[in-house]
């Protein structure tokens, strides 16, 4: 009888095992590398220049963008992100703007997983009225 029982949970146990496998297979992160060749804001963040590798997961109708420095001093930073649907066939890509002399990430091209993801520039706001505020005496200075 408890021959029987053991046989029976081994092979609950063993079929379980297979079942399991392949949706947790199936559920690891999208991913890759890129370099910075120099400090960006990304969204509140300073990224410093280096090489990185870099993770999506989905969370609800937005994801999670993990960056992880694989050069140089070790550094880490996660993002919530919004994405839109990548219809483009342009190559993966970073898009890096500037404002006011700083460089920040807007989007990040994905068309290998069809994503596009789109990042909030970076505000400063006493920076932004220092400037205004230099920009607007200069002007009356005229």
Known sequence: MKSI???AYAAVLTWSALNFAPSLASAQDEGGTFTLPH???WQNAIVPAGDYKFTLQPMGPSEI???RKISGAPASFMLVVETA???DSAPARLIINSKLGESYVSAMNLPMFEVTLHFAAPTNPAKEIADMHALSAASSAR
């Open 39 to 41: 400090e960006v804001h």
């Open 5 to 7: 029982r053991k046989f």
């Open 85 to 87: 649907a990548a219809h």
């Open 65 to 67: 963008l993990t960056l």
